[in-house]
């Protein structure tokens, strides 16, 4: 199961590098059809849920639930390795 969202209060983003960023900086994103949610509150409520950003063109999962990454995983490490390699740091 997966909760969508998109950015709040007016923010927009076209790279998963920056949206991940104010995810991991637990500024809120608003869930589609429903309230606000930062990191925190996902990882205190909802942490078995993935929490999916939608864009224009494709989605980006922001933290994956605790199923996925036991099933598959661990494909949020693959995120933030790829991020600090952009970055041009060692993750």
Request: net charge negative.
């Amino acid at each position: 199961m997966s909760i969508n969202v998109v950015g709040a209060y007016g923010r927009t983003y076209d790279s998963i590098v920056s949206a991940k960023e104010d995810w991991d900086l637990n500024k809120d994103f608003k869930v589609v059809g429903g309230p606000y949610i930062n990191r925190t509150d996902w990882l205190k409520y909802s942490n078995d849920k993935t929490v999916v950003f939608e864009a224009v063109g494709s989605d980006w999962a922001l933290a994956e639930g605790a199923f996925f990454d036991n099933a598959f995983g661990n494909p949020m490490k693959q995120i933030d390795d790829l991020i600090a390699s952009l970055k041009g740091g060692k993750a």
